[in-house]
């Protein structure tokens, strides 16, 4: 049974670019959560995916944003990237709303 | 505010030593607790959880009990080995999923 799976796992982009990542859940998981942690720093929520509608958002600009599709998988966009936005990514599934998460182990994006 | 607070790293210790990592949060209600490790160049691993007031949460020989009195939720190992080392992350959530980390504390274990 595969755990929560993450694409790509390393990513270099230019300032002003825009990055896709994506998230398959684990299997039967149906609640996809997106985290950014900085270098050094705890995982800081950017917000959760649930029925493909976004259930909640932590403090982040609407240059992030996400999508779920019907299988469950998930993707968090960023557009016009800033230096600061270099950190991993990590997706988290759970088999619903107040479950247990299941982290990915992540993509790391690098923004020079 | 709502937050977690961690004592920093790195911690050092030999191998077999006791090891402690403080942890506090502030929260309004009665959230529950967590702590996650992440080991070099790998996502986060829920480690141990308690969901209520003096719960204790167990595995692989780590330990942390909900102090409600002390807003603490601290975790041990009476023996810890070098397969340990690793960063550990405190965390909270209340009803809404939200998981909040601590900055993560590094721990190093020596041979």
């Known amino acids: 049974d595969a755990g929560v799976t993450q694409s790509p796992t390393h990513l270099i982009k230019t300032r002003g670019q825009q990055v896709t990542l994506r998230c398959s859940p684990k299997?039967?998981?149906?609640?996809v959560s997106w985290y950014q942690q900085a270098l050094g720093q705890g995982p800081q929520f950017i917000f959760q995916?649930?029925?493909?509608?976004?259930?909640q958002r932590g403090n982040f600009p609407d240059r992030f944003s996400g999508h779920q599709f019907p299988n469950y998988s998930s993707e968090l966009n960023v557009n016009a990237l800033l230096l600061g936005d270099s950190a991993l990514y990590l997706c988290?599934?759970?088999?619903?709303?107040?479950?247990?998460?299941?982290f990915g182990p992540g993509t790391r994006l690098t923004v020079t | 505010g709502n937050s977690v607070t961690q004592m920093e790293g790195p911690v050092t210790l030999s191998e077999e030593a006791f090891l402690t990592i403080n942890c506090t949060y502030t929260?309004?209600?009665?959230?529950?607790l967590f702590w996650y490790v992440q080991y070099p160049g790998e996502g986060l691993q829920l480690l141990l959880k308690a969901t209520k007031a003096d719960d204790k949460g167990s595995n692989k020989g780590f330990e942390a009990t909900y102090r409600k009195e002390t807003t603490s939720f601290h975790l041990e190992k009476g023996s810890v080995q070098v397969s340990d080392s690793a960063v550990y992350f405190c965390a909270r959530r209340r009803d809404t999923d939200k998981l909040i980390f601590g900055t993560g504390t590094r721990l190093q274990v020596f041979p």
């Open positions: 299997s039967g998981h149906d609640t």
């Open positions: 929260a309004t209600g009665y959230p529950s």
């Open positions: 988290a599934s759970s088999l619903a709303l107040g479950d247990e998460q299941y």
């Open positions: 995916y649930y029925e493909e509608e976004e259930r």
